[in-house]
T-cell receptor
């Protein structure tokens, strides 16, 4: 069964540095998402992306964050000038369509900011 | 504002027994979808079951079924014949049908199946 693939599985970065998290969604999916989960807390929506533009973003997704689909397969999340509170598990997800189409999640990238 | 509440942070069940995980939500929208996701220790979120809000019939997937009470905004998950592989964190989520497809998640219930 096709899967959403995220790399790396664990990223350690110094505070203030930029980090890029990588995701390869399922190939025939058209909608892409990023979520984060701070340790011990619930999963929070960051952003959704469709047709090469952001569809919706949460309050968390401020100017520090950006997403890009640089080619036909990758979907990246960039965090500029990382802060300690950015430490979390970041999940990428994709879905084939809207409505009741489920979102398929990747394994996540654990981001640790030192 | 959209909220999802899972009032049971931790639960345990004997293998082969039945367990029910509770979930309530709040929204003023009428057209939405409800989901239960499972997050085992391997970390990946796996879809367990989904329910369209406009359907009165409760969804069922093998050993998993839901009790959807729209008026009460309740969406509980029943796991029958619990297996050791059911040990995981379970998240209730709902999505409003609009551009963006944002999911709103609950805080999760950690379920342990005891041999």
């Amino acid at each position: 069964e096709p899967e959403v693939t995220q790399t790396p599985s664990h990223q350690v970065t110094q505070m203030g540095q930029e980090v890029i998290l990588h995701c390869v969604p399922i190939s025939n999916h058209l909608y892409f998402y990023w979520y984060r989960q701070i340790l011990g807390q619930k999963v929070e929506f960051l952003v959704s992306f469709y047709n090469n533009e952001i569809s919706e973003k949460s309050e968390i997704f401020d100017d520090q964050f950006s997403v890009e689909r640089p080619d036909g397969s990758n979907f990246t999340l960039k965090i500029r000038s990382t802060k300690l509170e950015d430490s979390a598990m970041y999940f990428c997800a994709s879905s084939v369509g809207e409505g009741n189409q489920p979102q398929h999640f990747g394994d996540g990238t654990r981001l640790s900011i030192l | 504002a959209q909220t999802v509440t899972q009032s049971q942070p931790e639960m345990s069940v004997q293998e082969a027994e039945t367990v029910t995980l509770s979930c309530t939500y709040d929204t003023s929208e009428n057209n939405y979808y409800l989901f239960w996701y499972k997050q085992p220790p391997s970390r990946q979120m796996i879809l367990v079951i989904r329910q369209e809000a406009y359907k009165q019939q409760n969804a069922t997937e093998n050993r998993f079924s839901v009790n959807f009470q729209k008026a009460a905004k309740s969406f509980s998950l029943k796991i029958s014949d619990s297996q050791l592989g059911d040990t995981a964190m379970y998240f209730c989520a709902f999505m409003i049908r609009r551009p963006g497809n944002q999911f709103y998640f609950g805080t999760g219930t950690s379920l342990t199946v005891i041999p």
